[in-house]
């Protein structure tokens, strides 16, 4: 049983790996840590008032306990908003990555003319901001602008109401598919090319058609990408805010809370209260967490253990 | 999801996000030299800052500082007044407010509650009677404190297409059933016109319609705040227009958006109740319809009656954080009441001035550009003016605006029940004012 516990080695203090660390350590502690850390400290913090609230010592800031994060949890519209991204992600997230996986499947075939310039038009919408394209997009949803409603009513025929009701999802999916597309066709498109020939070459000689070099090796292959493309759209799902906070203005159909993180900017900047927002932060950032990690776990060992 | 990566980096640091920009507001601010107070002294001039979201106020401000070597005002442009409010509020938490800020009327509780205005009565208290009695009370809050100077306001008025209106033969309502009588025959004229909208992305005009109709949303006596946001007066406006949204005898789309400017632009809206700086609006979202608007009073509740609203208004406050008050204060009363000032407010800064004297000649002796068919316009302007109801605010007027963004909303786009929209911003309003703690009576 009893081991020889190995002889106590010198420890000499070597400053220069801290040197090196020391940059990225204070650039995560001030940029990183600290306002996480701050957000954690608000969020149980609280302001007590007194009298009408009215001039000078109305208000001090004292301890809250966790009612902040008891008044977020039962918070229905936080809930609500979650429902809401859901459904949302539900459109759009087999949409894009579909779409994505059959662009980088068509532009990884043999024969394709313009492969270049292809690849860069499905990539350039990726490249306009979210609030851009917002913009752009809520143009041509309002019927009495949009060139589309034009010709539909040339032809007689009306257009779907997409800023309002159902129709909503479908005008902020499509926003978001339209630019998402693009960078997930990339990432299959690259994990694609870098499959070895050889592999093509032995299905060919077994007799394989392209489908079924396509259905049975490609996407095999490329499961890993497909995982990690899934895994960014789902985190960009739960924290979608742009797109509806620019064309909330256009239309009746958004809330102020339509999304979890726009319930946190009405706390915030609207209400003035830093105190609940920072607790529903801390709330979202534990359910996105506690997700990723859960797909990871779940599809991780799986996808990425074929490899191996 | 176009900033995808960009997103997930965000993301990871949701909690971080509102807190760093927090850090980001503190930093500008205040610039005054350690100089004891208002009086210049051999450590040079006393300097200040003012923070303004009106366009060319360094222009105007630019005036000041060449007649008052002794104190330099320097204007920081902001963007507007809502974003305006929650940044000065916790710059002053930090310590770094300006010394003088441009706060809208409906803001000034809040800023009080936040401790962040100074009271100023003693050095400008005698500035009440050059305002009317409504405005001033605005900036007094009811109490013997004074806020802030007036600086604009924005009373309502009704804007109609003359042209359009003698096409259809309406006529140009002076009550409200008149009002709804004419959007209805309209429709009969021709469905595919609408009289106006009923917008729910602005509730500054539903409260100045229900200032008109009598309505005081919050009020105190001691310590205890009431809530009245669905008081009879307020139920009376909200089912008025629910009435007009049901019927389909208006639209129920929000106004300024692309489709709401290309209504106006080519007709398919006749009408727009607004305030006084509806003229600048007009042009730039329906610049081929110049000269063909008129300007009359907003049709009333009760014939013969004679009273208006307001939408939007503004004034000049001291911050606590200053250490130059009275300096300060000097020049937010030269801002709001000198002639010459004044002059350039409305001039530059498009401001429609809230100072009596200034509401004739001067600067206003002649119509908008866009309404030069009607000469008396700013004449006319001024009598509507005189017959504003007064305002009555509350500290979280951002929440129940809020709230009426999103219960109207879906309101008007249901075509449902405007009185329980109107119940919902009451009551979330009063959940809000107890959440903090306010003492408060439904």
């Known amino acids: ?123 350039l919408p990726y490249a306009i901001p979210g609030v851009v394209a917002s913009l752009l997009w809520g143009f041509l949803y309002l019927p009495a602008t949009s060139p589309g409603y034009f010709l539909l009513g040339k032809l007689g025929m009306s257009g779907p109401q997409l800023l309002s009701g159902n129709g909503m999802y479908v005008a902020l999916a499509n926003i978001a598919v339209w630019g998402g597309t693009g960078f997930n066709m990339v990432v299959i498109y690259t994990s694609l090319r870098s499959i070895p020939a050889e592999i093509y070459e032995a299905a060919r000689i077994d007799g394989a058609s392209e489908l079924q070099i396509a259905l049975r090796i490609k996407i095999p292959m490329v499961l890993p990408s497909l995982v990690l493309t899934f895994f960014f759209s789902l985190i960009a799902t739960l924290q979608v805010f742009s797109e509806p906070t620019t064309l909330r203005p256009l239309t009746n159909g958004i809330s102020s809370t339509w999304s979890p993180l726009m319930k946190v900017y009405h706390d915030a900047f609207t209400q003035g209260d830093i105190y609940s927002a920072s607790a529903t932060s801390v709330v979202i950032a534990a359910v996105t967490l506690a997700i990723s990690f859960g797909f990871l776990k779940l599809v991780g060992s799986r996808a990425y253990g074929e490899q191996q | ?98 010394d003088l800020v441009q706060a809208e009327y409906q803001a000034l509780p809040t800023l009080v509650s936040n401790n962040v205005l100074a009271d100023i009565s003693k050095q400008d208290g005698s500035a009440s009677s050059k305002f009317a009695a409504g405005i001033w009370k605005q900036v007094t809050l009811g109490s013997n404190a004074v806020y802030a100077i007036p600086q604009d306001s924005g009373p309502l008025m009704f804007f109609y297409r003359k042209d359009l209106f003698a096409k259809y033969g309406l006529t140009v309502p002076t009550t409200w059933d008149q009002f709804a009588a004419d959007a209805a025959k309209l429709q009969k004229e021709d469905s595919t016109k609408k009289l106006t909208t009923f917008s729910s992305n602005d509730a500054g005009l539903f409260a100045g319609l229900a200032q008109q109709a009598g309505a005081s949303w919050w009020t105190s006596s001691g310590d205890t705040w009431k809530v009245a946001i669905n008081d009879a007066a307020t139920q009376k406006v909200a089912g008025f227009w629910g009435n007009l949204v049901k019927n389909g005898s208006i639209d129920n789309q929000p106004m300024y958006t692309p489709a709401w400017n290309k209504a106006l632009n080519d007709g398919t809206q006749l009408a727009w109740v607004s305030a006084v700086w509806a003229p600048g609006v007009l042009s730039g979202s329906a610049p081929a319809t110049k000269g063909k608007w008129a300007m009359a009073a907003l049709p009333q509740w009760t014939a013969g009656a004679n009273v208006t609203g307001s939408w939007g208004g503004s004034s000049t406050a001291v911050t606590n954080n200053s250490k130059h008050q009275d300096a300060a204060a000097q020049f937010a009363l030269w801002l709001n009441t000198d002639p010459t000032a004044v002059a350039a407010l409305v001039k530059d800064a498009s401001d429609y001035p809230a100072a009596s004297d200034a509401q004739s000649g001067g600067a206003l002796a002649t119509a908008p550009d866009f309404f030069s068919n009607q000469p008396d316009f700013y004449t006319t302007a001024a009598k509507i003016a005189a017959t504003t109801a007064p305002a009555a605010w509350g500290p979280n007027v951002n929440v129940a605006y809020s709230a009426f963004k999103d219960a109207f909303g879906k309101a008007a786009q249901n075509k449902s029940d405007f009185g329980a929209a109107l119940n919902t911003m009451d009551q979330t309003t009063l959940a809000d004012m107890q959440k903090q703690g306010f003492k408060v009576a439904g």
């Open chain 1, 1 to 123: 049983m009893a081991t020889a516990a190995p002889p106590p080695r010198r420890r000499t203090f070597r400053p220069a790996p801290f040197g090196f660390l020391a940059p990225a350590i204070v650039l995560f502690a001030l940029t990183f840590a600290l306002p996480i850390g701050y957000a954690g400290y608000l969020s149980f913090r609280k302001i007590h008032i007194s009298g009408l609230g009215l001039g000078a010592g109305a208000r001090s800031e004292g301890w809250a306990g966790l009612s902040n994060y008891t008044s977020a949890l039962s918070d229905s519209e936080l809930l609500n908003g979650t429902l809401r991204v859901l459904v949302y992600g539900g459109m759009l997230v087999p949409i894009m990555l579909g779409l994505a996986l059959l662009f980088a499947l068509l532009l990884d075939a043999d024969k394709v003319r313009l492969r270049a310039f292809s690849r860069i038009a499905i990539f």
């Open chain 2, 1 to 98: 999801m176009l900033s995808m990566h960009r997103r997930i980096a965000i993301g990871l640091t949701a909690a971080g996000v509102a807190t760093s920009l927090l850090a980001g507001c503190s930093s500008s601010g205040s610039t005054s030299s350690a100089g004891a107070s208002a009086q210049a002294t051999a450590s040079g001039p006393v300097k200040l800052t003012y923070w303004s979201w009106a366009p060319n106020m360094d222009q105007v401000v630019a005036l000041w500082n060449k007649s008052h070597p002794n104190i330099q005002v320097t204007v920081e442009k902001q963007a507007s007044g809502d974003d305006l409010l929650t940044k000065v509020i916790t710059a002053a938490k930090a310590g770094g407010a300006p």
